[in-house]
């Protein structure tokens, strides 16, 4: 089981880590990242056979702190939503969805309002 992110109190929040999930049938493989409920580790996923190997998932050179950088820039509070060490090392960024639970909800103002905190879009980068 993962460290439950949006939980300051788990043992294991400080752990940088990340997750796939793989599903293999007879349509092929599909591969879900993480990158839905949170950004934190960026890898690359590839697959080889007979015809050759097809990689997918790779950040442009700097994409992995342009990534953070742009998040951080961005007005109405979308840094929060930025996980980091107390020694600095950026864990992960979470969904706006993980980042409104009660104890990060004041610190970000949403574009919308349906529950508590509401929801919103995140921002293009």
Known sequence: ???AV???SDPNHNIL????EYTLNDAG???NSTQVDMFAVPYTVGVSGPGGTKTTGALKPGG???FFNSLRAQPGGWGNL???RSDGTVLRAVN???GSSPARCRPVRWTTTSTGCGRSTVPRL
């Not at 880590?17 to 796939?20: A, E, G």
């Open 64 to 66: 992995y702190n342009a």
């Open 82 to 84: 930025i996980q980091t």
């Open 29 to 31: 493989l599909w591969i």
């Open 1 to 3: 089981m993962q460290p």
């Open 17 to 20: 880590f990340d997750w796939s």
């Open 6 to 8: 949006q939980n300051p």
């Open 96 to 98: 706006p969805g993980t």
